[in-house]
């Protein structure tokens, strides 16, 4: 085994572009329940980050049955901060050669979510454990499941989050005295038949946008509110801008109306929360896909469209061939986006499946190239 030690500042130059090979010992006895995790040990690149390999010997919560080993590369940065770098991940055989990769085709961003932990890189349905159980593939070495990974942070590796302004403490504070409180605010807001009062000093500080709109009102001339948003969905909005949090049957219910309110209203830090609940929870079918990147791109949700896409590449024929794609001819742009994300996802099958499937896949291929070509790419 190979290990390569940097010492001092790499130069501008200097490809950096490095190889790790972890080996999960004992494969066949890991835990092998869906959803059940194993860790690799913390591993250091260049960038003096820590990275780390999750796999799921029998498959995540997301994958597509029991059968399937899934992964996450994930790296642990700063909460204010993210890692911007390519990626890839190969499992290779005892011979030496690779059975199976994912890339990121480009740069990934990891980050620490205030929500759902830390942001990675991974495939839910990335090899049947079949055939890597199976003896005649030759794939586990000695016992041992073997990865290569190959990280390539980009220079300008390290960028900000959105973070909420608040101590915990002061805003639990604040929020307790002064939320919804009409003897001392000096704003209010017509949600429907239900009025909330508000306080222009807060949110200027916490909610720019929405103070901007409400100038102009007052405690007594109270500001209307989109007729679309319900007095619940508000009042969540407001809790968040007084620095209360924000319960998890609260985010579960309301997290697709607190996305949009948020979003008409410049709350760019709760959107991006309230996208994060929206993608975790979001239950995709063939049926319901193309709605949902259809929403994503109007919204600009950019995890929204990436998880979406996933899905799709994942059930592409299926969801080719559903009485929904055609609403995809309402934005030809997105439909080419869709069929080429799914020829680099057949091409990658291609490229490094073995036998099963293969007919499969090479049927899958011809209808995503005949829809291609439909499309004048």
């Given at each position: 085994m190979t290990t390569t030690v940097h010492i001092g500042t790499p130069s501008p130059n200097f490809p950096l572009t490095e190889v790790f090979t972890l080996n999960f010992h004992n494969f066949a006895n890991l835990p092998s329940k869906r959803g059940q995790s194993v860790n690799s040990p913390s591993f250091q690149c260049a960038n003096g980050y820590e990275w780390k390999l999750r796999i799921y010997p029998g498959g995540k919560?997301?994958?597509q049955n029991d059968n399937m080993l899934g992964f996450i590369l994930l790296c642990h940065c700063r909460p204010d901060a993210k890692v911007v770098a390519e990626a890839d991940v190969r499992l290779m055989t005892s011979r030496g050669v690779v059975y199976k990769i994912h890339k990121s085709y480009g740069m990934t961003s990891f980050y620490l979510d205030a929500v759902l932990g830390y942001k990675g890189f991974g495939r839910a349905n990335f090899a049947k454990?079949?055939?890597?159980?199976?003896?005649?593939?030759?794939?586990?070495?000695?016992?041992?499941?073997?990865?290569?990974?190959?990280?390539?942070p980009n220079r300008g590796y390290c960028?900000?989050?959105?973070?909420?302004?608040?101590q915990p403490g002061i805003a639990d504070n604040i929020f307790d005295k002064l939320f919804n409180d009409k003897g001392s605010a000096d704003v209010?807001?017509?949600?429907?038949?239900?009025?909330?009062?508000?306080?222009?000093?807060?949110?200027?500080?916490q909610a720019p946008g929405l103070y901007v709109l409400a100038e102009q009102f007052d405690k007594k001339t109270p500001m209307p509110i989109n007729e679309t948003v319900e007095p619940t969905t508000f009042k969540i909005m407001l809790k968040y801008i007084y620095g209360k949090s924000i319960l998890a049957h609260e985010w579960k219910d309301h997290s697709k109306p607190i996305l949009d309110a948020s979003r008409n209203y410049g709350l760019s830090a709760l959107k991006l929360e309230a996208e994060a609940w929206y993608a975790k929870e979001l239950r995709l079918t063939v049926h319901n896909a193309i709605d949902e990147l259809l929403y994503a791109e109007t919204t600009n949700c950019t995890r929204l469209k990436k998880t979406v896409m996933n899905y799709i590449t994942d059930h592409g024929k299926a969801v080719l061939t559903s009485p929904s794609y055609d609403k995809l001819d309402k934005s030809p742009r997105l439909r080419k986006e869709v069929l080429l994300e799914l020829a680099k996802s057949k091409e990658r099958q291609r490229e490094y499946d073995y036998d099963d499937g293969s007919s499969y896949r090479s049927d899958a291929n011809s209808f995503v190239l005949t829809n291609i070509i439909?499309?004048?790419l």
């Open positions: 919560v997301s994958s454990r079949s055939e890597i159980l199976e003896r005649s593939n030759r794939i586990l070495n000695n016992g041992a499941l073997v990865f290569e990974v190959r990280i390539k960028c900000q989050l959105p973070v909420r302004t608040m209010a807001f017509q949600v429907k038949d239900t009025v909330f009062y508000a306080h222009r000093a807060i949110l200027k500080a439909c499309c004048g």
